[in-house]
């Protein structure tokens, strides 16, 4: 049995014929840019999410740009986040002229600590960036009453957390704007790189709907410096048509992930995230299945022996460690962290004995039976 970490053919394969009517429609119609297809994918995910206002982009990246250009974030201004995270997080902040500044993660969800933010804070802060990372969103409550108490924005980098919930809210509901990302391999991903942005705040929508499209208004005028950051119409097609898989395909990671935990959790050795129903209040989408363990090198090594590929996330480097970057961060639990982690597979198209498989076999490096 051989197990890859992520199918990225298949992503294709599985509706082959519905994508070539969709490509044929799309370009039959010379319909690239800026189309009904990509405001019908608009209005679909605000309706999904319950949110207002929705902003197609080119890639999360960008979003978060825009993100924080739409929230008026000027260069010195300081912006707590996860050193956690991907580094275009980090790039995000930096290329608007504004400075990084790390928050340290908690051991229960491996997600920031609100804690954290809250020693952070100096009178040059501007902003929380949260990243909800591998589909859990954070302590939201927690961070919202912080950035009330000392006046700060919220810009949520949920680019893998579509579909996620903390209580009755998703991915978008509790920061000033949010972003997602459709990158191939995300819960809802398209066919190359995609973004949105997500808020409630008619005068960010205004602004952001300009400086996506170099800066032009709903008439066509020009009011603001702007840049190219649109969603091609294509890819905005495909992800409508994806859409509608997404709830299954949430369900099947969810189960996924209850079987890892149910199988996994009495191995000391392995510090599990948290299951499917371990709190009531998160609705986890389980973008990744991230775990700590000790011996790591070992434990990967032994899983490939095993034909299950896995992989250690953003090359096992936490933001602040990348060294030619020159970043500095106080980050404990981060550090121990990134010494251990390491993501099983986890996917749509995962069967349930290949996961009992990896599940097997990891009971046999640590011999149990």
């Given at each position: 049995m051989k197990i890859n970490f992520f199918e990225y053919q298949k992503l294709y394969l599985e509706h082959k014929k519905d994508y070539l009517k969709i490509f044929n429609d799309v370009c039959s119609r010379g319909a690239f840019i800026l189309?009904?297809?990509l405001e019908n994918f608009e209005k679909s995910i605000s309706k999904y999410l319950n949110i207002k206002y929705v902003i197609g982009t080119n890639d999360g990246t960008n979003a978060l740009i825009l993100g924080l250009m739409?929230?008026?974030?000027?260069p010195g201004d300081e912006i707590i986040l996860p050193s956690h995270t991907y580094i275009a997080t980090a790039a995000a902040i930096k290329l608007v002229g504004a400075k990084p500044v790390f928050a340290d993660i908690n051991f229960k969800d491996n997600l920031i600590s609100p804690e954290s933010i809250r020693k952070?804070?100096?009178s040059k802060t501007k902003a929380i960036m949260p990243v909800h990372v591998n589909g859990r969103i954070c302590d939201m409550?927690?961070?919202k009453k912080i950035a009330k108490n000392y006046n700060l924005k919220i810009i949520e980098d949920g680019a893998q957390s579509i579909g996620a919930r903390l209580g009755k809210y998703?991915?978008?509901?509790?920061?000033?704007?949010?972003?997602?990302?459709f990158y191939p391999a995300k819960v809802l991903g398209c066919f190359g790189d995609g973004g949105t942005i997500?808020?409630?705040n008619e005068k960010i929508y205004s602004k952001l709907f300009r400086l996506r499209d170099h800066g032009r208004n709903k008439k066509g005028d020009i009011s603001l410096w702007g840049t190219n950051a649109r969603l091609d119409n294509l890819q905005a097609a495909f992800l409508n048509y994806k859409l509608k898989f997404l709830d299954n395909d949430i369900k099947k990671r969810r189960r996924i992930a209850y079987i890892y935990n149910n199988e996994l959790s009495s191995i000391k050795n392995l510090n599990l995230i948290p299951g499917p129903n371990s709190n009531g209040i998160n609705f986890d989408v389980y973008q990744n299945y991230e775990i700590a363990v000790d011996n790591r090198d070992k434990f990967k090594k032994y899983l490939l022996a095993n034909n299950i590929r896995t992989l250690v996330q953003w090359n096992g480097k936490a933001v602040h460690q990348i060294k030619p970057l020159k970043l500095k961060a106080v980050v404990p639990n981060t550090e121990l962290f990134f010494k251990r982690c390491i993501m099983l597979p986890i996917h749509t198209f995962l069967k349930e004995?290949?996961?009992m498989y990896i599940c097997q076999k990891i009971k046999n490096f640590y011999k149990i039976k």
């Open positions: 189309q009904k297809d739409a929230n008026d974030i000027s952070k804070i100096t409550v927690s961070i998703s991915t978008g509901h509790y920061g000033d704007c949010a972003t997602i990302s997500l808020t409630n004995k290949e996961v």
